[in-house]
Structure formats: structure tokens, C-alpha cells
């Protein structure tokens, strides 16, 4: 039975610590993979996030984890960001045209070389 309490109260201690993480989960475009990400960059609220930058998001993102990402990394930044401020849920590809042309413009950052001693 003690056993049993113990199991239990491990389960409350995670979902009252994990209150955040539900908040940001609900988001459209966040899975487990893009949550780790928030987590990353000391994003726990959507308060938080409503008050972040796709762009550097982004940025900060290659310089933690010391590693190059995937443009369409930024689309899903950008998608969240939108959601956050405003709670319109919109699919991260449809972002994909505006990074796209920013690209074209050469108005994007999207290599960790380049985003190194920002």
C-alpha cells in the first residue's frame, strides 16, 4: 500500500510541476520534440512566448544547442508566436511563404555560423 501512495504522489508532483508544459502543449504546433525546445530556451508560459521573437528564437536555439536547424524550425517559431498573441491556430506551414521570401531577400539568418557572436 505504501508503495502504492508512493507511486501516487510521484504522479501529482509531476502533473503540478508540469503545469506549464501542459499550457504550452496545447499549442498547435508543439509535440514533444518542440517542447524539449521551449524548455531549451527557458520558455514556460505563453505569456512568455507571446513576448518572444520567431527570429530570435531561432537564433538562440542554434547557439544553445550548438547545432544548425532546420529552416522550417523558424516557421513553427513563427506559427507559435501567433498563436500566443493573438490564439489564432494556424498550420507552421503556412509561414513557410514569408520565410521563404525573406530567404529570397537574404533578410533571414538561418545558419548556426551565422548566427554566432549575436
Given amino acids: 500500500m505504501k508503495n502504492q501512495e508512493s507511486v501516487l504522489m510521484q504522479q501529482l508532483d509531476k502533473r503540478s510541476s508540469s503545469k506549464e508544459l501542459d499550457e504550452l502543449s496545447r499549442l498547435k504546433n508543439v509535440g514533444p520534440a518542440f517542447?524539449?525546445?521551449l524548455s531549451l530556451l527557458g520558455i514556460k508560459t505563453i505569456s512568455q512566448l507571446a513576448k518572444q521573437d520567431p527570429d530570435e528564437l531561432y537564433i538562440r536555439l542554434q547557439v544553445i544547442t550548438s547545432a544548425y536547424?532546420?529552416?522550417c524550425v523558424w516557421d513553427v517559431f513563427a506559427a507559435i508566436v501567433h498563436e500566443a498573441?493573438?490564439?489564432e491556430?494556424?498550420?507552421w506551414w503556412k509561414f513557410t511563404p514569408v520565410r521563404k521570401q525573406r530567404q529570397k531577400n537574404n533578410s533571414f539568418v538561418h545558419r548556426y555560423k551565422d548566427c554566432q557572436g549575436r
Avoid: V
Fill in 35 to 37: 517542447r524539449k525546445d
Fill in 69 to 71: 536547424h532546420d529552416p
Fill in 89 to 91: 491556430k494556424i498550420p
Fill in 85 to 87: 498573441k493573438t490564439g
